[in-house]
Structures are given as C-alpha cells and as structure tokens.
Nanobody, 114 residues
Framework: VQLQASGGGLAQAGGSLRLSCVVSGVIFSINDMRWFRQAPGKQRELVAVITSGGSTSYVDSVKGRFTISRDNTKSALYLQMNSLKPEDTAVYYC?????????WGQGTLVTVSS
C-alpha cells in the first residue's frame, strides 16, 4: 500500500492550495480516507474525513474553508483549502486504515504567510 501526497507549498493568508493523494495497493473506492496535519510543536490532528460513500466531516477550525473530495476512478484523494490562515501552516498527511493497519502518505508542507 502506498500513498503519495503532493500539492503543498507557500501561500499568502486568504489564498488557496489544493492537496492531492494518490493511493495504490488497495481497492481505493471501498475505503474511508482522511487528511491529518501536524503543525510545528503540536500533535498531529485529524482535519477531514471522507467515507467510501462520500460523506464528509471536518474539524471545526477548517469548516467552511476546506473541502475533502475523492475521485475513485483515479484512486485519488483531494483537499481544497481556501481562505488559508497562518495557523493552517503544517505538514499535511493523507491516511488510510486497511486490514487493521494504518498507512500514511509522506506528508506535504503547507506554509501560510501573513
């Protein structure tokens, strides 16, 4: 199982970025997928979840600004991040639970300047 994340970078406050995560080695469409993030000096936190059926949920701090989505034809997970804030600065990880194991993407750094 491999998760390949991309799309991070530098953005100004109020700007947008779109993260992608391509998954291989599993039947992508039947798995719930998650985005986590870890800011410097802080614990990793769950940002957004999308179920196999397409239901979504978000941590309160990103509601209304971030959108998680998936394209099962491409085995791809996305996180559209709008109205970015400096406190969104973190390494973002895609995540998958599969057969009682946890798999992580390599992380992609998002830096938001004020």
């Amino acid at each position: 199982v491999q998760l390949q994340a991309s799309g991070g970078g530098l953005a100004q406050a109020g700007g947008s970025l779109r993260l992608s995560c391509v998954v291989s080695g599993v039947i992508f469409s039947i798995n719930d997928m998650r985005w986590f993030r870890q800011a410097p000096g802080k614990q990793r936190e769950l940002v957004a979840v999308i179920t196999s059926g397409g239901s979504t949920s978000y941590v309160d701090s990103v509601k209304g600004r971030f959108t998680i989505s998936r394209d099962n034809t491409k085995s791809a997970l996305y996180l559209q991040m709008n109205s970015l804030k400096p406190e969104d600065t973190a390494v973002y990880y895609c995540n998958l639970y599969y057969r009682n194991l946890v798999y992580w993407g390599q992380g992609t750094l998002v830096t938001v300047s004020s």
